[in-house]
């Protein structure tokens, strides 16, 4: 399997002068003692460790294929670091010689679970004639147990810290991530500290506050990298979220917790043309590519679909252009779960290596299409509905034929969203 995968393209420009890792002049005070977390679940997560999947033989790099050992740190890969790539590394795993081989391999199985998964395809016959489509699925992630595609991550990253012994999650994040792995680390006996953007939606810190969760506030996305990399430096702790910039991505065997959604797609409504994702830093768009590779390595699928990854402004579209990918790319957005101003070497194979590419979509764009989902029956965060203007644009350039079958990954809906609701036009 892992030969098909060191097919992939490998050249790409970087700058000259690559953003420094921020490094701290010297470590904080340790980190505080915190109160006990959940008791009830703590015993429950004990009875209930995860159990790694004996073929899962170490992380890969995405680029060069170097093999290293799984670990509770996430760096990336040092030998592409020095020939200043800055690439993620990815689970691999022997190959399964059974009878009924696992065509999708998962770190954990059992793992650890709140039910994530396994969500809804929705059919939205209206908008496909609406958007010249033969057929428009979407992939309701809003009904995973905390309202985001971000339990399917939680969940794996969850069983990792279990496996490892860990006793704190850590992550940057001021939305639905931090949301899910508040109540996973609760529900698995586990603490959680979150590094937030100043001024977090009240919606989500209540949510945090309740769970017993730590916030932590910072200005930038430098600031709470910095803290999630202090802390993923002291023993116990489990970063879940990139914590390097340039930016790596999320814990790699967390990200494995995506790949379900390709045979769940492919169960559901058979095999997509194209599959339309909300993008920031790509984990979810690289697991929905792992998912779909692994399909393709077990002869389930004839071909890739094409993974559209939409941005609220030009990053890895500045990338497919020429630009560095280890740029950055500010930018201002009401689309609040694809801010940022970085891309990463995971988002770029996800798009390059399925024929796929960057849709950009303003916010303006994304409110239109949002009313379109809205009178659909259909609640969508901002940046979701974005991606259903970016099917307008590939359909205009034909990027996306008129016989297509197309999925849009619905990542939450309105409910949290701080944009909701949109102003009246
Ligand atoms: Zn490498």
């Not at 590394?89 to 994530?116: Q, V």
């Amino acid at each position: 399997m892992h030969k098909i995968w060191a097919q992939l393209p490998t050249s790409l420009p970087v700058t000259p002068s690559p953003v420094l890792d921020f490094k701290f002049a010297a470590l904080p005070a340790d980190p505080p003692a915190h109160p006990p977390g959940n008791a009830t679940a703590s015993a429950l997560a004990r009875t209930l460790k995860p159990v790694r999947n004996p073929r899962l033989r170490g992380l890969q790099c995405l680029r060069c294929d170097a093999l290293y050992p799984v670990t509770l740190t996430h760096d990336g890969c040092p030998a592409c670091k020095r020939a200043g790539f800055h690439v993620a590394l990815r689970a691999s795993y022997l190959p399964d010689l059974t009878e009924k081989p696992d065509a999708i391999p998962m770190p954990y199985a059992p793992g650890f679970t709140l039910g994530e998964g396994h969500t809804p395809m929705q059919e939205l016959p209206e908008l496909a004639r609406h958007f010249d489509v033969a057929r428009l699925g979407l992939k309701d992630e809003s009904s995973n147990p905390t309202g985001s595609h971000k339990d399917r991550m939680t969940a794996v990253g969850v069983a990792q810290a279990l496996d490892f012994g860990a006793h704190t999650l850590v992550l940057a994040s001021s939305g639905n991530a931090a949301v899910s792995a508040a109540h996973y680390a609760w529900a698995a006996g586990l603490r959680c500290e979150v590094a937030t953007y100043e001024g977090m939606p009240a919606t989500y810190a209540r949510q945090l506050d309740a769970l017993g969760a730590r916030r932590y506030e910072f200005a930038d996305n430098a600031g709470r990298w910095a803290f999630v990399r202090e802390r993923s430096q002291y023993p116990g702790y489990f970063a879940l979220t990139n914590y390097r910039l340039p930016a790596l991505g999320s814990a790699p065997l967390a990200i494995e917790g995506y790949k379900t959604i390709a045979p769940e797609c492919v169960a559901d409504a058979g095999l997509p043309d194209h599959i339309v994702i909300p993008t920031a830093r790509g984990d979810l768009a690289w697991g929905i590519y792992a998912g779909f590779r692994d399909l393709l390595a077990a002869g389930r699928i004839p071909r890739l679909p094409r993974l559209w990854l939409v941005e609220p402004f030009p990053r890895l579209a500045r990338v497919f252009a020429g630009g560095a990918i280890n740029g950055s790319y500010p930018g201002h957005t009401a689309q609040f779960s694809t801010a940022g101003a970085t891309v990463t070497y995971l988002q770029w194979q996800a798009a390059a290596a399925t024929g796929g590419g960057a849709v950009v979509v303003g916010d303006d764009e994304a409110r239109a299409a949002r009313r379109l989902l809205t009178a659909a029956g259909v609640s969508a965060e901002l940046c979701a509905a974005g991606g259903l203007a970016a099917l307008r644009q590939l359909r205009e350039t034909n990027a996306v034929a008129a016989d297509a079958h197309v999925v849009l990954m619905l990542t939450a809906n309105a409910s949290s969203d701080p944009s909701w609701p949109d102003p009246a036009v």
